[in-house]
């Protein structure tokens, strides 16, 4: 049986000290790209939600993908292709905008 033990701080650093930063980058961009999206409905800000089906769907991305959902409505988005998962209830969209 395999048993797990982590590592000290120091040693981890240790390991990856002169190796390039090949994550912030893809980071940077897709949280560019979370910042511009609005719900489609009310045009609130939408948080970021993970679904183990889709954070690692695209093999050519090394960081997992989120999906975004309004708070208000629950409009539920895939900010890469554009496809709305889930329509949330337009009902709530009507009552904040009042």
């Given at each position: 049986?395999?048993?797990?033990?982590?590592?000290?701080?120091?040693?981890?650093?240790?390991?990856?000290?002169?190796?390039k930063?090949?994550?912030?980058?893809?980071?940077?961009?897709?949280?560019?790209?979370?910042?511009?999206?609005?719900?489609?409905r009310?045009?609130?800000?939408?948080?970021?939600?993970?679904?183990?089906?889709?954070?690692?769907?695209?093999?050519?991305?090394?960081?997992?993908?989120?999906?975004?959902?309004?708070?208000?409505?629950?409009?539920?988005?895939?900010?890469?292709?554009?496809?709305?998962?889930?329509?949330?209830?337009?009902?709530?969209?009507?009552?904040?905008?009042?």
């Amino acid at each position: 049986m395999t048993i797990f033990k982590e590592m000290k701080t120091e040693d981890a650093f240790a390991a990856i000290e002169g190796l390039k930063d090949v994550l912030s980058e893809e980071s940077d961009k897709f949280e560019s790209l979370y910042r511009s999206k609005r719900c489609h409905r009310c045009h609130s800000e939408l948080t970021k939600e993970f679904s183990g089906a889709h954070a690692f769907s695209d093999s050519n991305s090394m960081i997992g993908r989120a999906l975004l959902r309004c708070s208000i409505c629950g409009y539920l988005m895939d900010p890469f292709s554009g496809l709305v998962l889930e329509v949330g209830d337009p009902s709530k969209a009507q009552a904040a905008a009042k």
